[in-house]
C-alpha cells in the first residue's frame, strides 16, 4: 500500500508550510512552485503532465493545460472561492475539485467589518492627514465620519460569510440586518431580527451594503449604474467577494458623483489593482490588497484542509469538503 501510495505525484504551489509539504511527500512525489511564471511555466507543465493532484493557491488552470495532465485526479483548492477555476472542464475529466470553505468565515467578515468601520469613519483618510502633518486644529464637521452603530446593514448573500458578517452587525452595533438570498434564513431572522429583501429593495434601505456572494454568471456586474441609482447618496458599499461582481466604471462614476458616499473594497476586476486605477486615489474609497483571509491563523487552516482535501481524495479516506463530488 505504501508503495502503491508513493507512486502517486502531486504538484503544490505556494501557501504551504514545511510540514504541510512533509505530509504530502509522505504519500507522493511532490513537486513544489512557491509560485509559476514565465520563467518557470515549462517546468510547472512538465511537473503537471505527471501529477495526480494539484493543491495551491490562486491556481491558474485552463482546458488546454488539463489536456497535458492525462493523469490529474484531484484540484484542491486553498481558497473558498472557485470562479478562477474551469470547473465544467474539470467536471467533463472526472477530476474532483476541493476548496477550503468554513475556516475562513469568521475571518472574511472581520474584514468586511474592518473596511465598513474604515469607510464610515474616514479611518485611512485620517489617518493619512495625522501621517502628512495636517492635523494642526481641532478637527471640524469636514472630517466627521458616519455612524456604524444603528445603521442599517444590507447583505447581499447570506451564506456562511454573510451570516458572519449579520452576526457583528447585529450582536456588536445594533444594526437592523437586511439581507437577499434564494430562500429565507429561519435562523438569521429569529436569532438577529435580520429580513429578507429583493435586492431592489436593500439597495434603497441599506446605509451599508455588503456584497458576500460568489462570482458566477448570475453575479456578473449585478452591482451595476442601476443598482448604485438606488442606493442612498449617504450608503456604503463594501465588497469582500469579488470585483466583477461590481460594474467598476459605474462605481467609480457614482462615487465621484455623489451618487453614493463610499466604498470598502477588497476585490477587483484586475488584481492587483492597477496603479492608475482611479479607486486607489479617491479619499472615499478604502481599498485592501485581497486581504479577507489573510491572516497567519486562517492562512495555516485554509492550506491544511486543503492538504487533508487532497489526501483524503487520493488515499480513499475522502475529501472533507468537496466542491463536485
Ligand atoms: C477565497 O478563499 O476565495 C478568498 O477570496 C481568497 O482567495
Not at 466583477?244 to 463610499?262: M, T, W
Not at 479619499?283 to 495555516?300: C, K, M
Amino acid at each position: 500500500m505504501a508503495e502503491q501510495m508513493k507512486s502517486w505525484r502531486i504538484v503544490a504551489v505556494r501557501r504551504l508550510s514545511e510540514a504541510q509539504l512533509e505530509a504530502l511527500s509522505e504519500v507522493a512525489e511532490v513537486d513544489y512552485f512557491e509560485d509559476v511564471d514565465e520563467s518557470n511555466r515549462a517546468d510547472f507543465m512538465a511537473a503537471l503532465s505527471k501529477a495526480h493532484g494539484l493543491i495551491g493557491g490562486k491556481l491558474e488552470l485552463n482546458e488546454a493545460m488539463l489536456d497535458e495532465a492525462p493523469s490529474l485526479q484531484v484540484v484542491s483548492t486553498i481558497s473558498v472561492g472557485y470562479d478562477h477555476l474551469p470547473l465544467n472542464a474539470l467536471n467533463r475529466r472526472g477530476i474532483l475539485l476541493c476548496n477550503t470553505p468554513d475556516v475562513l468565515t469568521e475571518t472574511t467578515a472581520d474584514t468586511a467589518f474592518a473596511l465598513i468601520m474604515a469607510t464610515q469613519r474616514r479611518l485611512v483618510e485620517l489617518a493619512n492627514l495625522v501621517r502628512e502633518g495636517g492635523w494642526r486644529a481641532h478637527i471640524g464637521t469636514e472630517h466627521f465620519g458616519v455612524d456604524v452603530h444603528g445603521k442599517t446593514l444590507g447583505i447581499i448573500g447570506a451564506g456562511r460569510i454573510g451570516a458572519a458578517i449579520a452576526r457583528r452587525g447585529a450582536l456588536g452595533f445594533s444594526m437592523p440586518i437586511l439581507y437577499t438570498a434564494a430562500s429565507s434564513k429561519p435562523a438569521l431572522e429569529q436569532q438577529l431580527g435580520a429580513q429578507r429583501r429583493e435586492l431592489n429593495d436593500l439597495l434603497a434601505e441599506a446605509d451599508i451594503v455588503c456584497i458576500s456572494v460568489p462570482y458566477n454568471n448570475d453575479t456578473h456586474h449585478l452591482i451595476d449604474a442601476d443598482a448604485l441609482a438606488r442606493m442612498k447618496p449617504t450608503a456604503a458599499l463594501i465588497n469582500i467577494a469579488r470585483g466583477k461582481v461590481v460594474d467598476e466604471p459605474a462605481l467609480i462614476e457614482a462615487l465621484s458623483s455623489g451618487g453614493i458616499r463610499a466604498a470598502g473594497l477588497d476585490v477587483f476586476v484586475e488584481e492587483p489593482l492597477p496603479s492608475g486605477s482611479p479607486l486607489a486615489a479617491m479619499d472615499n474609497v478604502v481599498t485592501t490588497p485581497h486581504i479577507g483571509s489573510a491572516t497567519h491563523e486562517t492562512r495555516e487552516a485554509m492550506a491544511q484542509l486543503a492538504v487533508n482535501n487532497l489526501l483524503g481524495a487520493l488515499t480513499g479516506s475522502g475529501p472533507l469538503s468537496p466542491v463536485n463530488e
